[in-house]
């Protein structure tokens, strides 16, 4: 790329330099303030003359949010959800992944096709029915009605992204291994896994932010036990179309905010490797 | 252990340079699983994953499909009536129904709307991503990263607040007075636009960056020998190349902002005033949840997947094309 870079002449560069930075401000410009907004104190949020600084941070706002309910219940909550459907999605693709990529069988190509076209399957319209069944399974009002749908739909696509990770693991180590006498388990679990974990990493980004990200099953199961929620809820709660807190709308939103954003800091490089090799592969 | 354990990034750095880069490349030969034909090992590690889909993705879409040939209301749920068969019933109320073909029409408008400006905005940032040093490059990226990393719930308060008539910065910039956003049929959709298209562009940039990234220098450096201008080393070199990643990034654009629920849902508060801003997936949650109207909101569900799945067809014919290998 150096000289794609070297034939743009300098002014360009900083042409290019500054609308950057100037893009990027505009971009974490909501961010920005949804954190300012709650760290102001109630008095300025409400105003018509809406400042972007504030003098007299407060954690009003914040303290109104763990206050009200029961909201670190829900923050517990989502985090299950979030990492249990993690785990399981990551050990099932993982599995699911070195079949379609390792091995030759029939129906091997059909099923390659099916777990394409399931990722298109709107899961909304899948609602309703999901819904009756979580009745019948009395698991209605509870964290696995969350948990179950989001393995199940964030699977396709981790199967999908992991295989460009399997296949680039050369044949050659898995003849060496058991030429060395491990056992296909062994292969499995102590070679492939290891080497296939960067992948893993990337593909979670996605099936966390799914699940917790979602408000769509949270508002449907959980109906009556609100002990149950999760945070997309519990923001709701704040917000009333008459006459919505914002300041604790804004806190709240922070609050839920944070995790991913830690978490995507942390898989940041992972991510762009992977999806570099995997929507291609 | 194993004497050979080559370290991992290295070997997806070598995978992603060759075959993003669209050289020819040896055909993989067959998995071990070939010199031992009639095994049953893959199936046993396909195991988990079919059991799960079949049971919360398969059976559900079979059973959509049933229930939208069937008389399912709030008396049936709770048994006060018996389901009667309904055939197509459900459906010739739904093509009937006016209101049907408006949301359908929205629907497609938004999602090309949003779709061609999400693309537009992630291709011509990934670009500029490249054009610039490293400092004002990570400045960017985790900008971007943070608008990607926003949960949609979040994210629809937070542009709500920002275009909000009496407290939101936006209108006293624009010096806008008291007007409201989500009042207006447009504005309100409008709205909706610019949140999606804040917190999907970063995938699409990310992607196409990580694309242009991958093609090796080499390749450039003998268009630049062979005289080739910039512009010609952008439109026969690099866009040919990148033709695979921009079409798995518009398909997946496509696919998400069809199915757009949670932004309309919060910012437009359920679809608008007087449902003005439904779209299909919101349309159908409504009829199913707030009316009771299970079987109609199954048959909005049936169209949806039918009109996802012959983008997906085409997704395939385009792959196959290609020559991809599965």
């Known amino acids: 790329m150096n000289l794609v870079r070297g034939l743009v002449r300098r002014p360009w560069r900083l042409a290019a330099e500054v609308s950057a930075l100037l893009i990027a401000a505009v971009v974490a410009f909501p961010l920005y303030w949804m954190v300012l907004s709650a760290f102001k104190p109630a008095g300025e949020i409400e105003s018509t003359e809406p400042r972007p600084w504030t003098l007299a941070p407060s954690l009003d706002s914040f303290r109104r949010v763990f206050g009200q309910q029961e909201f670190g219940r829900y923050f517990v909550n989502s985090l299950v959800v979030a990492c249990t459907v993690v785990v399981a999605s990551a050990l099932i693709a993982f599995l699911a992944a070195t079949a379609v990529t390792r091995f030759r069988f029939r129906f091997r190509t059909t099923l390659l096709i099916m777990f394409l076209v399931a990722q298109m399957v709107p899961v909304e319209a899948l609602t309703i029915p999901l819904f009756f069944l979580m009745r019948d399974f009395g698991q209605l009002n509870t964290l696995g009605s969350l948990i179950l749908p989001h393995i199940a739909f964030s699977l396709p696509f981790a199967i999908w992204m992991l295989r460009g990770f399997v296949k680039a693991v050369p044949e050659a180590l898995e003849e060496a291994a058991y030429i060395d006498g491990a056992s296909r388990t062994r292969f499995l679990w102590q070679i492939l896994f290891p080497l296939v974990f960067p992948g893993l990493v990337a593909t979670s980004v996605f099936s966390f932010i799914s699940a917790w990200n979602d408000f769509l099953f949270a508002r449907s199961f959980i109906i009556s036990d609100t002990s149950q929620s999760t945070l997309p809820m519990a923001l709701l709660v704040f917000y009333k179309p008459d006459e919505p807190d914002w300041g604790g709308v804004m806190a709240a939103s922070t609050v839920m905010t944070i995790p991913v954003l830690i978490f995507f800091v942390l898989v940041q490089r992972r991510l762009v490797s992977g999806l570099g090799g995997a929507v291609k592969d | ?326």
């Open chain 2, 1 to 326: 252990m194993t004497p050979v354990t080559p370290k991992s990034p290295g070997v997806v750095e070598r995978r992603r340079v060759r075959v993003v880069g669209g050289l020819p490349r040896p055909r993989p030969s067959a998995g071990s699983g070939a010199r031992r034909p009639g095994n049953r090992t893959p199936w046993l590690y396909l195991a988990p994953a079919l059991v799960v889909l079949g049971g919360l993705l398969v059976y559900p879409i079979y059973q959509l499909g049933l229930m939208s040939f069937f008389q399912y209301t709030q008396a049936q749920v709770s048994g006060g009536e018996p389901t009667t068969f309904e055939g197509f019933g459900n459906y010739a109320e739904l093509f009937s129904d006016s209101q049907f073909w408006q949301v359908l029409l929205a629907t497609v408008l938004f999602a090309a709307a949003c779709v061609v400006s999400t693309l537009a905005a992630g291709c011509a940032l990934a670009v500029l991503l490249t054009r610039v040093r490293a400092v004002p490059r990570l400045v960017l990226m985790l900008a971007a990263l943070g608008a990607w990393a926003t949960p949609a719930v979040t994210g629809s308060t937070v542009w709500l607040f920002l275009f909000d008539p009496d407290f939101g910065p936006v209108n006293r910039i624009f010096g806008l007075g008291d007007y409201s956003w989500t009042y207006g049929r447009l504005s309100a959709f409008f709205l909706v636009l610019l949140e999606v298209v804040w917190c999907s562009f970063p995938f699409v940039m990310v992607t196409v960056y990580a694309g242009i990234r991958a093609v090796p220098s080499e390749v450039l450096e003998a268009a630049a020998l062979d005289g080739a201008s910039q512009w010609r080393i952008w439109r026969s070199v690099l866009t040919p190349m990148l033709r695979p990643i921009l079409m798995v990034v518009t398909i997946q654009s496509v696919i998400w902002d069809f199915k757009v629920f949670t932004q309309i849902y919060v910012i437009t508060n359920g679809g608008g005033i007087a449902g003005q801003n439904l779209v299909l997936n919101v349309y159908a949650y409504q009829q199913a949840f707030a009316s009771s109207q299970y079987s109609l909101g199954s048959a909005i569900g049936v169209v949806m997947l039918l009109i996802l799945l012959a983008v997906t067809l085409v997704y395939l014919r385009l792959l196959r094309r290609q020559g991809e290998e599965l």
